[in-house]
Nanobody
Framework: QVQLVESGGGLVQAGGSLRLSCAAS????????MGWFRQAPGKEREFVAA????????YYADSVKGRFTISRDNAKNTVYLQMNSLKPEATAVYSC?????????????????WGQGTHVIVSS
């Protein structure tokens, strides 16, 4: 069982930056693939980024490539999402997710554990 708690959301102007954190409970965090997803009002949840269990590989949605960076610190049981050059369309609830194993996943269905989410609002 893994519990995930996101933090770092808030209000930022377009062009600004935010760093989201996702703290995980348990001693097996390093065995989990981690992902970030977002859900804007009235829209479906969409994949943002994922990182393999050892941080060796990262994957991004085309819409955030070059601006967002996912990373993890297994010693701190934490995964991060650095978001730069934010655009108003990035406004959403951002959630982290975990799945035990290797590889990476862009589909929410394949993740077993989810955090409650943190709100990000980008003003124009």
């Amino acid at each position: 069982q893994v519990q995930l708690v996101e933090s770092g959301g808030g209000l930022v102007q377009a062009g600004g930056s935010l760093r989201l954190s996702c703290a995980a409970s348990g001693r097996t965090f390093s065995t989990y693939v981690m992902g970030w997803f977002r859900q804007a009002p009235g829209k479906e949840r969409e994949f943002v980024a994922a990182i393999t269990w050892n941080g060796g590989s990262t994957y991004y949605a085309d819409s955030v490539k070059g601006r967002f960076t996912i990373s993890r610190d297994n010693a701190k049981n934490t995964v991060y999402l650095q978001m730069n050059s934010l655009k108003p369309e990035a406004t959403a609830v951002y959630s982290c997710a975990a799945r035990r194993g290797s590889g990476y996943y862009t589909v929410p269905l394949f993740y077993d554990y989810w955090g409650q989410g943190t709100h990000v609002i980008v003003s124009s």
